[in-house]
């Protein structure tokens, strides 16, 4: 087990670190807090106070970087609320479906058609639904319609000129450098290769490069994949490799995201499977996965990851670890199950804002009938269990006569669902938080959402645009990283490689990462983890990231090629202010601030004019070098 700086044992006590090393630096990591009470509000008439309040204090500098809008731009909904009265507020905490339940009656009595309900006519937007899951996170915060600089560029490089020569509307403690904005938003960290690589080519070519992911060399992910063979089989090679139900695939799955994220060439197209994983999420292991899921991520999410998302959304409507995760395969037209069709809608294409109800959900579900998989794993169309009749979708109709031709009005109907403008603006949206901000400006997301369509849904040309878009240069820091991208940057940036037991490294990797509250692929629910910064905040999830560091520091990965501690600095350096100065550019490619050296030297018993004669410090670097990862500089993106 790696070195801990902190234990989770609550038998042990923490060990205390004296001085503050980073004095700007004491808010918290990011951890998932969907479980945490709430605080109560004490400017909100309608809660009591407690006999004790803790008091809040000022947010820390470095949070109020990562997230501005969060202190700028209240707004609370609750209050909104208790001023319709208490029957609001129980409303306000339901779920979209229940919300819409509980509407009022329709006037229309062929709203009680395929319902079950009166209600059937009133959308979850129209209920006080949140647009979105991050946006339940963020509803306070409203859209940074002013980042500082806004518009397209000709080229991506022009673009990030254009913003450098812009002020920035919140402050970072980040680098502005165009190379590292890039590769912390495009990468999942920057390497001192990465940096090199991208000064040599230009800004532009890289960028048109990792959009042809085909053309990229990927040797070092290529050889790390080979200790989890079964993660790119297919499924038949999978159930003729592992006895029935073994879940083995599905564990090296994850294991194959972590070596593909830490040592993939083509980053890129990484994040944007990342992305897709998530809006598309089927759960990795889930039950019923073992023998498909793995062929889900090649052939569903790898395959069209940087291709047309209509081919994506079809491809997984005809994909078995879809149709067994989201209950497919027990709808039929004698017994409609609901999940797929309700997530039609919701997650996967026009979101809540699309404006669809809850007949829309039941005739969405009607449409997915007869779409199952076998028990050897195959997609399978079975037109017996198809549901006929006329249905209406939104905007979408047919009368849906026959139920040989069901699999066609199917992609007929998912097709119109990709292409909805609604879809377009809630990719784009999503897309934006991913690469800009957690509350981006609306802007970018109609710019975006408008070559979209396009398009026709193809999402290269979309994340040209968006590289072209001045929103995105100037946004540099207004990321957090989440817990596995803290992770993995650390494992980048420090230069951890496959090693000779890489099998049983990717194991302990993984087991670590669930430490975090973010393994690959571990998000249960089909709404994908949360992509914003107040998803994630929580001390523990910070210690955790901390003890990372030093076992990656340390090179305490048994299996892996861990570089020693004296690597990090090559460069000759004749005093320890230039040293510490030499280690910070290589770390987190740029100097810290005076206070922050000055603690460090503090912590050395040094001065800043000592003499360096050992690169090691005299043992303390594996000491230094994490505190340099736990600060802000490598905890914002």
Same mark, same amino acid.
């Given at each position: 087990? =790696?070195?801990?700086?902190?234990?989770?044992? =609550?038998?042990?006590?923490?060990?205390?670190?004296? $001085?503050?090393?980073?004095?700007?630096y004491t808010g918290e990591f990011p951890m998932p807090r969907v479980l945490q009470s709430p605080q109560p509000d004490p400017d909100d008439p309608g809660e009591a106070a407690p006999a004790k309040r803790r008091a809040a204090g000022p947010a820390p500098?470095? !949070?109020?970087?990562?997230?501005? /809008?969060?202190?700028?731009?209240?707004r609370n909904r609750r209050q909104a609320?208790?001023?319709? $009265?208490?029957?609001?507020?129980?409303?306000?905490? !339901?779920?979209?479906?229940? /919300? /819409?339940?509980?509407? =009022?009656?329709a006037d229309d009595p062929d709203e009680f058609v395929k319902t079950g309900s009166g209600g059937g006519n009133v959308s979850p937007r129209d209920a006080g639904s949140f647009s979105n899951r991050d946006s339940s996170y963020t509803s306070g915060q409203g859209d940074l319609n002013d980042l500082g600089a806004s518009g397209v560029a000709d080229t991506p490089s022009a673009a990030a000129v254009a913003a450098m020569k812009a002020t920035p509307r919140f402050p970072t403690p980040l680098n502005r450098d165009p190379v590292l904005h890039l590769l912390r938003r495009a990468t999942f960290g920057p390497t001192p290769g990465d940096v090199a690589l991208v000064k040599q080519v230009g800004i532009d070519a890289w960028i048109d490069q990792q959009l042809d992911p085909a053309k990229v060399d990927d040797p070092v992910a290529d050889a790390a994949l080979k200790a989890v063979p079964t993660a790119t089989m297919s499924t038949a090679d999978i159930r003729s490799s592992v006895k029935d139900?073994?879940?083995k695939p599905q564990y090296e799955l994850t294991r194959a995201v972590l070596a593909r994220q830490m040592w993939s060439s083509r980053q890129l197209l990484e994040v944007m499977v990342d992305f897709w994983n998530n809006h598309l999420n089927v759960t990795s292991p889930f039950d019923g996965g073992w023998d498909v899921r793995g062929p889900y991520d090649v052939g569903v999410i790898r395959q069209h990851a940087l291709g047309k998302f209509s081919d994506m959304l079809i491809a997984s409507a005809r994909d078995p670890a879809m149709m067994r995760y989201l209950d497919n395969t027990s709808s039929d037209k004698r017994n409609v199950n609901e999940n797929y069709g309700r997530e039609l809608l919701e997650l996967h294409t026009v979101g809540i804002d699309g404006g669809y109800n809850e007949k829309d959900v039941r005739n969405s579900a009607y449409l997915m009938t007869g779409r199952t998989a076998t028990r050897e794993g195959t997609f399978k169309y079975d037109q017996n269990k198809h549901w006929t009749g006329a249905v209406k979708v939104l905007g979408f109709q047919h009368a849906n006569k026959s139920a040989k031709d069901g699999l066609a009005v199917g992609d007929a109907y998912l097709l119109y669902l990709a292409t909805h403008p609604s879809t377009a603006r809630y990719i784009a949206r999503k897309l934006c938080v991913r690469f800009v901000c957690d509350t981006p400006p609306q802007g970018l997301v109609d710019r975006l959402a408008k070559t979209y369509q396009e398009s026709g849904s193809a999402i290269a040309p979309v994340l040209k645009v968006l590289f072209r878009s001045l929103e995105f240069w100037i946004a540099t820091g207004l990321k957090t990283r989440r817990p596995l991208e803290n992770f993995v940057a650390t494992a980048r940036v420090v230069g951890t490689q496959p090693g000779a037991d890489t099998a049983k490294a990717l194991e302990d990797l993984y087991n670590f990462t669930n430490k975090l509250g973010q393994p690959p692929l571990g998000w249960g629910p089909p709404d994908?983890?949360?992509?914003?910064?107040?998803?994630?905040?929580s001390a523990a999830g910070m210690l955790e990231t901390w003890n990372a560091h030093r076992a990656f520091v340390g090179g305490q990965w048994k299996g892996l090629t861990n570089p020693k501690a004296d690597s990090l600095v090559t460069q000759p350096a004749a005093t320890l202010g230039t040293y510490l100065d030499v280690l910070a550019n290589r770390l987190i490619f740029q100097p810290m601030q005076p206070n922050e050296k000055d603690a460090l030297i503090k912590f050395l018993g040094a001065k800043a004019d000592t003499r360096v004669t050992d690169n090691n410090l005299g043992g303390k670097l594996p000491l230094v070098a994490p505190?340099?990862?736990?600060?802000?500089?490598?905890?914002?993106?």
């Amino acid at each position: 087990m =790696p070195e801990r700086l902190f234990s989770d044992d =609550p038998g042990d006590a923490p060990k205390k670190v004296k $001085g503050a090393f980073f004095s700007d630096y004491t808010g918290e990591f990011p951890m998932p807090r969907v479980l945490q009470s709430p605080q109560p509000d004490p400017d909100d008439p309608g809660e009591a106070a407690p006999a004790k309040r803790r008091a809040a204090g000022p947010a820390p500098a470095w !949070l109020r970087t990562g997230r501005p /809008a969060l202190h700028e731009l209240m707004r609370n909904r609750r209050q909104a609320l208790l001023a319709l $009265g208490g029957g609001a507020v129980a409303l306000g905490a !339901l779920g979209s479906g229940a /919300a /819409a339940a509980f509407g =009022p009656v329709a006037d229309d009595p062929d709203e009680f058609v395929k319902t079950g309900s009166g209600g059937g006519n009133v959308s979850p937007r129209d209920a006080g639904s949140f647009s979105n899951r991050d946006s339940s996170y963020t509803s306070g915060q409203g859209d940074l319609n002013d980042l500082g600089a806004s518009g397209v560029a000709d080229t991506p490089s022009a673009a990030a000129v254009a913003a450098m020569k812009a002020t920035p509307r919140f402050p970072t403690p980040l680098n502005r450098d165009p190379v590292l904005h890039l590769l912390r938003r495009a990468t999942f960290g920057p390497t001192p290769g990465d940096v090199a690589l991208v000064k040599q080519v230009g800004i532009d070519a890289w960028i048109d490069q990792q959009l042809d992911p085909a053309k990229v060399d990927d040797p070092v992910a290529d050889a790390a994949l080979k200790a989890v063979p079964t993660a790119t089989m297919s499924t038949a090679d999978i159930r003729s490799s592992v006895k029935d139900g073994d879940n083995k695939p599905q564990y090296e799955l994850t294991r194959a995201v972590l070596a593909r994220q830490m040592w993939s060439s083509r980053q890129l197209l990484e994040v944007m499977v990342d992305f897709w994983n998530n809006h598309l999420n089927v759960t990795s292991p889930f039950d019923g996965g073992w023998d498909v899921r793995g062929p889900y991520d090649v052939g569903v999410i790898r395959q069209h990851a940087l291709g047309k998302f209509s081919d994506m959304l079809i491809a997984s409507a005809r994909d078995p670890a879809m149709m067994r995760y989201l209950d497919n395969t027990s709808s039929d037209k004698r017994n409609v199950n609901e999940n797929y069709g309700r997530e039609l809608l919701e997650l996967h294409t026009v979101g809540i804002d699309g404006g669809y109800n809850e007949k829309d959900v039941r005739n969405s579900a009607y449409l997915m009938t007869g779409r199952t998989a076998t028990r050897e794993g195959t997609f399978k169309y079975d037109q017996n269990k198809h549901w006929t009749g006329a249905v209406k979708v939104l905007g979408f109709q047919h009368a849906n006569k026959s139920a040989k031709d069901g699999l066609a009005v199917g992609d007929a109907y998912l097709l119109y669902l990709a292409t909805h403008p609604s879809t377009a603006r809630y990719i784009a949206r999503k897309l934006c938080v991913r690469f800009v901000c957690d509350t981006p400006p609306q802007g970018l997301v109609d710019r975006l959402a408008k070559t979209y369509q396009e398009s026709g849904s193809a999402i290269a040309p979309v994340l040209k645009v968006l590289f072209r878009s001045l929103e995105f240069w100037i946004a540099t820091g207004l990321k957090t990283r989440r817990p596995l991208e803290n992770f993995v940057a650390t494992a980048r940036v420090v230069g951890t490689q496959p090693g000779a037991d890489t099998a049983k490294a990717l194991e302990d990797l993984y087991n670590f990462t669930n430490k975090l509250g973010q393994p690959p692929l571990g998000w249960g629910p089909p709404d994908g983890y949360p992509d914003v910064a107040t998803a994630w905040s929580s001390a523990a999830g910070m210690l955790e990231t901390w003890n990372a560091h030093r076992a990656f520091v340390g090179g305490q990965w048994k299996g892996l090629t861990n570089p020693k501690a004296d690597s990090l600095v090559t460069q000759p350096a004749a005093t320890l202010g230039t040293y510490l100065d030499v280690l910070a550019n290589r770390l987190i490619f740029q100097p810290m601030q005076p206070n922050e050296k000055d603690a460090l030297i503090k912590f050395l018993g040094a001065k800043a004019d000592t003499r360096v004669t050992d690169n090691n410090l005299g043992g303390k670097l594996p000491l230094v070098a994490p505190l340099i990862l736990d600060s802000v500089y490598h905890a914002l993106r």
